[in-house]
């Protein structure tokens, strides 16, 4: 049995998760971390991790990018992997998960399901193949209750495509103004936020007199909450080390 704690359990993703983890056979879930201290479905939740004295194999984060310390120090005093699944990291933030899988199992992605995983290959074999010829954009929407922006995944996407121009592409986050021509060393992200909408991305390839999109629409939390699972099964007795959604898929 794999013995999972939920950080911000309270949360729309927490909840989604600990429904999963407790229906999974091989998981369950023995710990919440939150903001306030409780209880749910019968787990206890604690409202910082130096309470948590449970053993715990794998803390699944889905909270917010403040709390990566909190994690990060809990892990290196247990011995459990983390799967964090929180966006919004800073880029001291991202070097600091960097250094710390140099001596923790780290799991870390900004989209858990399948199908966005798929869409960065197809975006990245895209971008290659049509090239400078085509412009890239990249729409996100999400719900009004998202903090950042734009969103961690559409990031993730924009990083796929710029693989395959050698890095040499800038992001260019909204446009307002004289802003004057578009640049082809650009890659535009947009986010739309509104209403209950789970998450949707859209990536353009816009080029002379035809334009190609391929894009991403989840339907509910529970596809994040699933790769969550998967996420936290997959990492069970890995060394220390850095992994993503695409290690899980080949099965690494
Ligand atoms: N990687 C993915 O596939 C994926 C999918 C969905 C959401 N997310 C990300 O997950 C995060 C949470 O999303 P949500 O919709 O569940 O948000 P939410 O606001 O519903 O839940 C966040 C929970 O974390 C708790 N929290 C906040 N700060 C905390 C702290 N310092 N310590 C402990 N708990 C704390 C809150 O009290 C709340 O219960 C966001 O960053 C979101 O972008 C990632």
Redesign the pocket.
Known sequence: MIDILI??????????VLELVNADAETRCVAG????KGELCGVPVY?CFADVKENVNAVI???????LG?ILDFAARTGCAVIL????YTDAQLAQIEKASEHIPVFK?????VG?NLLQKLVKESAALLGNAFDVELIEKH?N????AP???AYMLAESVNEAFGGEKNYVCGREGLVGARKNTEIGIHAVRGGTIV?EHEVMFAGEDEIVTISHSARS?KV?AA??VKAAKFMYGKPAGKYNMQDVLAGK
């Open positions: 950080c911000g359990i309270f949360g729309h993703m927490g909840r989604n971390v939150d903001l306030k409202d984060d889905f909270s917010c990018a403040a709390n909190n699944a929180t966006t919004g992605t900004a989209n858990l399901s966005i719900h209750l998202k903090k950042d969103s961690g995944t998450g939390k994040f790769g969550a």
